[in-house]
């Protein structure tokens, strides 16, 4: 069983830029598809990216693309969300998620079985 942690959130100014990382432990994180999604207070929690097994196929929401990039370093078993061009409506908890895949899929947008506790980002205008 994987267990995950993000981390790289924070407070930063509207047009600026972050990098979250997800770091994996437990289990054969190449095995394992990963996504990014985020829950802003009083909303539901949504995707935001996700990543296939060996990093060759990617996924976007309409509202990231063009601005936010994922990537995993396998080796490393870490996986990234690289923020750029924040908003003010970007202000989430953002969390990362992982399910087992058998082939090298496109990755999906729900169903994942493990999830990690949460980075904020805050983006101020």
């Known amino acids: 069983q994987v267990q995950l942690v993000e981390s790289g959130g924070g407070l930063v100014q509207a047009g600026g830029s972050l990098r979250l990382s997800c770091a994996a432990s437990?289990?054969?994180?190449?095995?394992?598809?990963v996504g990014w999604f985020r829950q802003a207070p009083g909303k539901e929690r949504e995707f935001v990216a996700a990543?296939?097994?060996?990093?060759?196929?990617?996924d976007y929401a309409d509202s990231v693309k063009g601005r936010f990039t994922i990537s995993r370093d396998n080796a490393k078993n870490t996986v990234y969300l690289q923020m750029n061009s924040l908003k003010p409506e970007d202000t989430a908890v953002y969390y990362c998620?992982?399910?087992?895949?058998?082939?090298?899929?496109?990755?999906?947008?729900?169903?994942?079985?493990?999830w990690g506790q949460g980075t904020q980002v805050t983006v101020s205008s």
């Open positions: 998620a992982a399910e087992v895949r058998l082939w090298d899929l496109e990755p999906r947008r729900n169903g994942y079985d493990y």
């Open positions: 990543v296939s097994r060996t990093g060759s196929r990617t």
């Open positions: 437990g289990g054969a994180f190449s095995a394992y598809a």
